[in-house]
């Protein structure tokens, strides 16, 4: 299988077979309540931080984190000019936490920032890094929060059904977590059959709650 890699695009839209718009896996996935995020963001207004702002900044280093990891793996090299300083930092953080992890596993990889669409299940979805990886196909999710959380573990069981219906074979789901925190934090995560199973469970019926959704709003 020849190496794809296709450029990360901002809020990328995704459509099926016959143009139709459809809601991609992470717009799905943001439908579940966060209420780690509330006091987050309530602990950061208390110190007089703009939480807005916070969050933005993180985006950005985590973006950067992402390319500066895809360039390693055979993606394009990442233009800085785009980012600033404190995210370049920040993302060199995690940069750094994954080139050490890599340094004793194997990489080959076949696909970078490979862009899927469920014709059955009406959702688009973007994956990380999908290859050979200690000698089993394997999908990949990198991520570089502060932890796993469930929302990580729906999103990527939605990523596997999505290439399964597209006939890539998968041995193994793994979420690659690199903080870009400045400390030694990092996770590597295999996910069992039954977290992808009821991952997919839960992503079914918020893909159904999104369409309702869309009967009773305002006008």
């Known amino acids: 299988m020849a190496t794809t890699f296709k450029k990360a695009v901002a809020h990328q839209r995704y459509r099926l077979s016959d143009g139709t718009l459809v809601p991609g896996v992470?717009?799905?996935?943001?439908?579940?309540?966060k209420p780690q995020l509330v006091s987050w963001a309530n602990?950061?207004?208390?110190?007089?931080?703009?939480?807005?702002?916070?969050?933005?900044?993180?985006?950005?280093?985590?973006?950067?984190?992402?390319?500066?990891?895809q360039e390693v793996l055979g993606g394009p090299a990442v233009d800085l000019s785009k980012?600033?300083?404190?995210?370049?930092?920040?993302?060199?953080?995690?940069a750094s936490k994954f080139k050490a992890w890599l340094a004793e596993h194997a990489m080959e990889t076949q696909a970078i920032e490979m862009q899927l669409v469920s014709e059955r299940h009406r959702v688009g979805g973007t994956i990380d890094w999908y290859g050979m990886l200690?000698?089993?196909?394997?999908?990949?999710?990198?991520?570089?929060?502060?932890?796993?959380?469930?929302?990580?573990?729906?999103?990527?069981?939605?990523?596997?059904?999505?290439?399964?219906e597209a006939d890539y074979e998968i041995d193994r789901v793994r979420i690659l977590r690199f903080s870009r925190d400045d400390d030694s934090s990092q996770r590597d995560m295999t996910l069992s059959e039954e977290q992808l199973r009821v991952g997919w469970e839960i992503f079914k019926h918020l893909r159904d709650i999104y369409d309702l959704k869309q009967n009773i709003k305002v006008a």
């Open 26 to 33: 992470t717009t799905i996935v943001g439908l579940l309540n």
């Open 43 to 69: 602990r950061l207004g208390l110190q007089g931080i703009d939480a807005s702002a916070h969050v933005q900044a993180a985006a950005g280093a985590g973006t950067c984190a992402h390319e500066m990891i």
């Open 83 to 94: 980012y600033s300083g404190e995210e370049i930092a920040q993302a060199q953080n995690a």
């Open 134 to 164: 200690d000698g089993l196909y394997t999908l990949v999710d990198l991520k570089t929060s502060g932890r796993v959380y469930d929302e990580h573990i729906i999103q990527v069981a939605a990523y596997a059904r999505l290439m399964e």
